[in-house]
């Protein structure tokens, strides 16, 4: 199901990009706080700045030169990580909806309208991450995931991976990827082929949209045929999604969200022995 006439806001970039002040250290002191596991700090992919607009949304004024504009952006991530980091984190996700979106046909072809060539914005955006995590410590994780929307238990986009798999598994220097794999919207497992070896997937294969609890032998099953394209030891299994990415959350209960955390626990120990 397609969702009911919300559309995410097009961002303006209207000046200079600099790091004005921290954004997420606050939020990562107090979780740290409250956790015995590693917390993990999930922030909008730098994609996100460009991706819907494009070359309009951006002040021409103040970047004549597009190259500039991504030099400018990576810089202000660059801060903001080293800022995380410096306060302890070690576990960063970058969420990115550009990357899954461009896996749809009716997406490619507005990015086509706004002036983008779709095949080449995935290296575009390959080379932006990779200029803001290159230079991480080598005790800080990055995952990245690919959302195709989460608006009250809707989407925005669908599509399998397969136009984008080889720049994304090769070509973004992350350690590990969050696939939404939950429906036919995602396609099939053939993409996961071009995963080098050192790399992790986790699958995405538990709704968070639905308060239907899947089938515990289906999930195995599922993550057998995954399986068929790299290796199992290099996967993992969580929910496609957040419970909610807005303040109006998802069509499920605060209970219905336990039980599917729980079924994503029970999964994991059936397949690999530990949770």
Same mark, same amino acid.
């Given at each position: 199901m397609a969702t009911d006439g919300f559309t995410p806001p097009v961002l303006s970039v209207t000046g200079k990009l600099r790091h004005v002040k921290d954004i997420q250290v606050a939020d990562f002191n107090f979780l740290k706080s409250v956790v015995t596991q590693t917390p993990k700090v999930s922030i909008p992919?730098?994609?996100m700045i460009h991706f819907r607009g494009g070359r309009k949304s951006i002040d021409i004024n103040s970047y004549p030169d597009m190259d500039e504009f991504f030099h400018d952006l990576a810089v202000a991530y660059r801060e903001e990580i080293d800022h995380l980091y410096k306060a302890g984190l070690r576990y960063l996700q970058l969420d990115d909806t550009n990357l899954a979106y461009l896996c749809d046909p009716k997406m490619r072809a507005a !990015? &086509? *309208?706004r002036g983008e060539d779709p095949n080449e914005l995935p290296r575009t955006y390959a080379a932006l991450i990779n200029s803001v995590i290159d230079n991480r410590p080598d005790d800080l994780t990055v995952g990245i995931h690919l959302c195709r929307g989460n608006y009250r238990s809707t989407w925005f986009a669908e599509g399998g991976y397969e136009p984008? !798999? *080889? &720049?994304l598994f090769n070509e973004i220097n992350v350690d590990a990827y969050?696939? *939404?794999? $939950? $429906? *036919?919207?995602?396609g099939d497992f053939a993409p996961l082929r071009f &995963?080098?070896?050192e790399k992790m997937v986790v699958l995405g294969i538990v709704s968070s949209k639905t308060r239907e609890l899947e089938d515990i032998d289906d999930l195995c099953r599922r993550i057998d045929e995954a399986a068929q394209y790299m290796p199992l030891d290099n996967l993992c299994v969580s929910p496609q999604c957040g419970f909610s990415s807005t303040h109006h959350g998802n069509d499920l209960t605060h209970e219905d969200q336990w039980r599917k955390l729980e079924l994503v626990v029970n999964t994991a120990v059936k397949v690999w022995g530990t949770a």
């Amino acid at each position: 199901m397609a969702t009911d006439g919300f559309t995410p806001p097009v961002l303006s970039v209207t000046g200079k990009l600099r790091h004005v002040k921290d954004i997420q250290v606050a939020d990562f002191n107090f979780l740290k706080s409250v956790v015995t596991q590693t917390p993990k700090v999930s922030i909008p992919s730098p994609t996100m700045i460009h991706f819907r607009g494009g070359r309009k949304s951006i002040d021409i004024n103040s970047y004549p030169d597009m190259d500039e504009f991504f030099h400018d952006l990576a810089v202000a991530y660059r801060e903001e990580i080293d800022h995380l980091y410096k306060a302890g984190l070690r576990y960063l996700q970058l969420d990115d909806t550009n990357l899954a979106y461009l896996c749809d046909p009716k997406m490619r072809a507005a !990015a &086509v *309208e706004r002036g983008e060539d779709p095949n080449e914005l995935p290296r575009t955006y390959a080379a932006l991450i990779n200029s803001v995590i290159d230079n991480r410590p080598d005790d800080l994780t990055v995952g990245i995931h690919l959302c195709r929307g989460n608006y009250r238990s809707t989407w925005f986009a669908e599509g399998g991976y397969e136009p984008v !798999a *080889e &720049v994304l598994f090769n070509e973004i220097n992350v350690d590990a990827y969050f696939l *939404e794999y $939950d $429906d *036919e919207r995602s396609g099939d497992f053939a993409p996961l082929r071009f &995963v080098p070896k050192e790399k992790m997937v986790v699958l995405g294969i538990v709704s968070s949209k639905t308060r239907e609890l899947e089938d515990i032998d289906d999930l195995c099953r599922r993550i057998d045929e995954a399986a068929q394209y790299m290796p199992l030891d290099n996967l993992c299994v969580s929910p496609q999604c957040g419970f909610s990415s807005t303040h109006h959350g998802n069509d499920l209960t605060h209970e219905d969200q336990w039980r599917k955390l729980e079924l994503v626990v029970n999964t994991a120990v059936k397949v690999w022995g530990t949770a």
